[in-house]
């Protein structure tokens, strides 16, 4: 049984991802010297690199890691790391991981190109490689990341989210590149359109599910433990499951005071307020049983594939998932 911390579960595929971590590096080399100086910036930001192990373990369950899987792998990653760079620049962020952000250090014009270039370096190596199913798989994600941020923008603004559209928006934004990490690397291994479709949909899942436990730690833990500001959601007036389940369970009276509450979320002690009448209506609870419905789903789709330490890997990536603390 591997034991629920990311070290052991890439134990399966340590040498792989010492393969990968070679290449990436190498994916971000450029003749421009400020590009370059970036680059390394970036490299020093270590991040759990979650989405390259999909890749990689998704391949080993499905038929095999190959030189095709790494093309995926550094392509995915190079995706998620244009986002995240975009993503600061958003959110006028000041750090990333401990480091101060691309855009604090170097200004938002160079993070919005920075972002660009990692973007293209990606779909260059694909079209090098003529992964055009690769390709196909990303791009569709890259529109789906960008409606879900702007669909949540749009109803942040009017405070109307449902849970429907909760589930549209983190379908988007968030699971749609987890789906995308474990489609490509089925698609790296196998020819099989079963067990591409079974490994999209178990990505879906872990993704809904790393969402949803990521919305839930911004009520409770603190900056510390979680690495990011404590109730930094309810700060930026973002409504997910905790709060929208809460504010189903009572009156219209009480949830439009919620509401104003956030709509004026400047003073400290209307955070509290928030995350104690979350606590108080079971939003938590909630939230928390719903991811691990979906992470019970996830494990059910790998019992199509057949046993072995990187199956078993996956399974206890989507306990990761859930129990994590940052």
């Known amino acids: 049984m591997i034991k629920t911390n990311l070290s ?99 200004k938002n014009k160079v993070a919005v190109l920075m972002g660009d270039y990692l973007l293209s370096r990606g779909l260059m190596i694909a079209v090098e490689g003529k992964d055009y199913d690769f390709l196909d798989v990303i791009t569709n994600t890259v529109k789906r990341m960008s409606e879900g941020e702007l669909l949540q923008i749009r109803k942040t603004r009017k405070l109307d989210i449902d849970e429907a559209t909760y589930f549209r928006i983190i379908s988007d934004k968030t699971a749609s590149l987890l789906e995308t990490c474990c489609k490509i690397g089925a698609l790296s291994a196998s020819k099989d359109p079963s067990f591409h479709e079974a490994m999209r949909k178990f990505g879906e899942y872990i993704g809904i599910a790393f969402q949803i436990r990521d919305d839930i730690l911004d009520y409770e833990g603190n900056s510390s433990t979680i690495g990011k500001p404590v109730a930094g959601d309810i700060k930026e007036k973002k409504i997910t499951l905790p709060l929208i389940y809460s504010l189903n369970q009572v009156s219209k009276n009480e949830a439009a005071k919620i509401k104003k509450l956030i709509k004026n979320i400047e003073q400290k002690e209307s955070v509290k307020e928030i995350i104690e009448f979350v606590r108080r209506n079971d939003g938590i609870d909630y939230s928390f049983e719903t991811a691990q419905n979906y992470s019970r789903k996830a494990k059910e789709l790998l019992n199509i594939f057949p046993n072995s330490q990187s199956k078993l890997a996956l399974e206890a990536l989507v306990d990761f998932v859930i129990d994590r603390k940052n």
Do not use: C, M
């Open 8 to 106: 052991d579960i890439s134990s399966p595929i340590k040498s792989e991802l010492e393969i990968f971590e070679d290449l990436f590096k190498k994916s971000l080399k450029s003749n421009v010297t400020l590009v370059d100086l970036i680059a390394r910036y970036l490299i020093r930001q270590k991040g759990k690199k979650i989405r390259p192990l999909l890749v990689l373990l998704a391949a080993n369950v499905v038929g095999g890691i190959n030189e095709r899987t790494y093309r995926g792998a550094v392509l995915v990653e190079l995706l998620h790391t244009a986002t995240l760079v975009h993503d600061d620049v958003v959110d006028n962020a000041d750090k990333r991981r401990g480091f101060w952000s691309i855009n604090k250090v170097f």
